[in-house]
C-alpha cells in the first residue's frame, strides 16, 4: 500500500500516446501526492461518493445511445472513480487498488461453483440460483430477512422495491401470476383515495394532527408504488426503465407542445388547463405517438 508518510517524492507522470491500469494508478497516486492537485488532494470517500453514481448512470446513458465511443469514455470515469476510491483507501492503509481486483476474483470464482465448483447449471435462471445461493452462504445470511435487508438503502426507490421484491419471490413469496398484483394496485389505490378523505376530514376538524394525516397517507401512496413495481416485476419490466422512458416521452411532448404554442403566438403560462391538454394532444398526434 501507497503511504506519502514512509515513501519518497512521486515521479510525475509522463505524457504518452498509451497508458495500462498502472499508469492510472500512478496519475491518481501523483495527483493525490503533496506535488499534485489541490483539489485531489483534498477529496474523501464522503466528497466524492456521488460522483461515482453520477458517472455510473452516463454509463447507462452512453448504452442507451448505443454509442461505442461514450461508453469508452465513461466506462473510463468509473474506472477512475474506482481507482481513487482505492487511492485514498490505500493512503489510509486500510487496502489498496490490488486488494479490490483480489476481492472481485474471488467472488468471481467463488460464486461461479458451477464453473469452478461442484455445482450444476444448464440456464441462466439456475445460474442466478446458484450465485444467490453462494451470495448467502457468503455473507452469513442465516434467514432470507437478512437477505432482503442487505439490498443497499442508497438504491433509488424503485430499485430497491424491485430488488426486495425479487429476493422474497426466492423463497415463493410471490404472486402465481400478474392478476394477483393488478389487483393489489386497485386496492391500494382505492386505500390511497379512503385516506386522503380522512386527511381532508382531519385538516378541517383539527389542524393540528394535519402532519400526521400527511404521514398516513405518504404510507398509503408507499404501498400503492410497491404494488405498481410488483405488477411491472411480473410482466418482467423494470420500474426504473420504464418510468424513465416516460419522463423521457413527456419531455419530448412538452417541447413540442410549447413548439406548437409558439406557432399561434402563446405561451403556455396564458393558457388554461383546456387548451394545454388540447396541445399535449395535437403534439403526440405529430409526433405520431
Not at 153 to 167: E, H, S, W, Y
Not at 248 to 277: C, H, P, V, W, Y
Request: with cysteine.
Amino acid at each position: 500500500m501507497t503511504k506519502f508518510a514512509d515513501k519518497q517524492k512521486l515521479r510525475k507522470p509522463r505524457i504518452k500516446d498509451n497508458y495500462n491500469i498502472e499508469d492510472l494508478i500512478h496519475i491518481l497516486s501523483f495527483l493525490r501526492s503533496p506535488e499534485g492537485c489541490p483539489w485531489d488532494r483534498e477529496q474523501s470517500h464522503e466528497s466524492i461518493k456521488h460522483n461515482l453514481i453520477e458517472e455510473a448512470y452516463e454509463v447507462i446513458d452512453a448504452i442507451n445511445a448505443n454509442s461505442a465511443a461514450n461508453l469508452q469514455e465513461e466506462l473510463g470515469d468509473v474506472l477512475m472513480q474506482v481507482v481513487f476510491h482505492a487511492q485514498i483507501a490505500a493512503e489510509r492503509g486500510d487496502f489498496d487498488f490490488n486488494d479490490v481486483v483480489n476481492s472481485i476474483s474471488n467472488k468471481l470464482i467463488s460464486r461461479h461453483t458451477h464453473v469452478f465448483g461442484n455445482d450444476s447449471a444448464d440456464n441462466p435462471e439456475e445460474v442466478l440460483l446458484t450465485w444467490e445461493q453462494n451470495k448467502k452462504i457468503e455473507k452469513g445470511h442465516k434467514s432470507q430477512t437478512e437477505v432482503l435487508r442487505d439490498v443497499p438503502r442508497a438504491f433509488p426507490a424503485l430499485t430497491r422495491a424491485f430488488k426486495v421484491q425479487k429476493k422474497a419471490a426466492q423463497v415463493g413469496f410471490d404472486w402465481p401470476d400478474s392478476s394477483g398484483s393488478k389487483a393489489k394496485i386497485l386496492e391500494e389505490l382505492g386505500e390511497v383515495q379512503e385516506q386522503v378523505n380522512l386527511t381532508r376530514n382531519g385538516l378541517e376538524s383539527n389542524a393540528e394532527t394535519a402532519e400526521n394525516f400527511r404521514k398516513d397517507v405518504e404510507r398509503e401512496a408507499g404501498d400503492l408504488l410497491f404494488a405498481v413495481v410488483n405488477y411491472l416485476r411480473s410482466l418482467q419490466i423494470e420500474p426504473e426503465v420504464a418510468l424513465n422512458l416516460c419522463t423521457d416521452n413527456f419531455i419530448i411532448r412538452f417541447s413540442k407542445m410549447e413548439e406548437i404554442a409558439q406557432e399561434k403566438g402563446r405561451g403556455l403560462e396564458s393558457m388554461t388547463l383546456d387548451e394545454l391538454d388540447s396541445l399535449w394532444e395535437e403534439a403526440k398526434k405529430r409526433l405520431g405517438q
